[in-house]
């Protein structure tokens, strides 16, 4: 069973910076998909940014050039910097594993974090 366990997130006024992580507990985890979510009341969760185990990247448009998704596969760990916050980045944010399908599959997801933006 894979635990992700996340850190980071609070309370920031726009135009500040977060910094979030999330370690997995997974010898898997160099060759698995990372990515970062956020749910905003009365909204579906969405993608954010996401890392392959190869390290290419993509973004949400809405966050481009602000935030950066990194990992280092030596901690089983992935980030998310997220600078030039603004209110419309309040969420809880979740981080996701994504098993290669040669290794099963399958989806595992952190227990969430509350990221709050104020003006």
């Known amino acids: 069973q894979v635990q992700l366990v996340e850190s980071g997130g609070g309370w920031v006024q726009a135009g500040g910076s977060l910094r979030l992580s999330c370690a997995a507990s997974?010898?898997?985890?160099?060759?698995?998909?990372m990515g970062w979510y956020r749910q905003a009341p009365g909204e579906q969760r969405a993608l954010v940014a996401r890392i392959t185990g190869g390290g290419s990247t993509n973004y949400a448009d809405s966050v481009k050039g602000r935030f950066t998704i990194s990992r280092d596969n030596a901690k089983n760990t992935v980030y998310l910097q997220m600078n030039s916050l603004n209110v419309e980045d309040t969420a809880v944010y979740y981080c996701?594993?994504?098993?290669?399908?040669?290794w099963g599959g399958g989806n595992y997801w952190s227990q969430g974090t509350q990221v709050t933006v104020s003006s």
């Open positions: 997974t010898s898997i985890f160099s060759i698995s998909a």
């Open positions: 996701n594993l994504a098993v290669p399908l040669s």
